[in-house]
């Protein structure tokens, strides 16, 4: 028997991607997006780490559907920024979700740095969080450098601009199937494997 998960998107792309990840372990779920449940409203991301955003969307919903929930969070580490935007990536120019916004702020804050200071990493926490409160946490990166300039028309967000390490290509360089490879969601949902397996069966 199939039991339900449900994941914390309404991002159709991360849903295929966690249900392509189950399936190749043999993990026969259910899987569906915060969309099948639309009279849930949207979790208020009020933590000051990605795993507590990821903990906090998870929670809600599980205890919103009765069932196992799992929910991910992630941004972009800058080192020379003591790990800034992070929590703030999506909104880092003011407003959530303008990628060139945010971008092109980021580019100026770093355009007196050298090529050498510019290291980088995309971050991922992924939580699977149960209707009687069970929790856990694991995480997955993507290690990197800045670029000076955008380059790359696939993905979203930072892409443009991270080019990962022992690559020549930024991650919107990238084929989507190259990038799901190696990406910090795709290491955190795959680590998540052995929690589902161990919790939901």
């Known amino acids: 028997m199939t039991s339900r998960l449900i994941l914390a ?11 392509a990840i189950l399936a190749e372990a043999g993990l026969p ?17 009020t933590g000051v780490t990605f795993a507590e955003n990821a903990l906090l969307k998870a929670h809600a919903l599980a205890q919103a559907t009765g069932l196992p929930a799992v929910a991910d969070d992630s941004g972009l580490c800058v080192d020379v920024l003591n790990g800034a935007p992070g929590i703030f ?13 945010n ?7 770093l355009s007196d740095i050298a090529a050498e200071h510019r290291a980088a990493h995309f971050a991922c926490a992924a939580a699977l969080a149960l209707p009687d409160g069970t929790e856990r946490v694991v995480e997955g990166r993507l290690l990197g450098a800045l670029r000076t300039e955008p380059s790359g028309t ?20 990238l ?13 955190a949902f795959r680590a998540l494997v052995p929690v589902v397996r161990e919790l939901v069966g």
């Open 9 to 19: 998107t309404r991002n159709a792309g991360k849903i295929t991607e966690l249900r």
């Open 29 to 45: 779920h259910d899987l569906v997006g915060a969309d099948a449940y639309p009279e849930i409203p949207d979790v208020r991301e």
């Open 89 to 101: 990536s999506a909104r880092w120019a003011g407003r959530h979700g303008d990628d060139r916004a």
């Open 103 to 109: 971008l092109d702020l980021l580019l100026a804050q």
């Open 154 to 173: 696939n993905g979203f967000g930072y892409d443009p601009i991270l080019q990962p390490e022992g690559e020549t290509r930024t991650c919107a360089e």
């Open 175 to 187: 084929t989507p199937a190259e990038k799901n490879a190696i990406s910090h969601r795709g290491k």
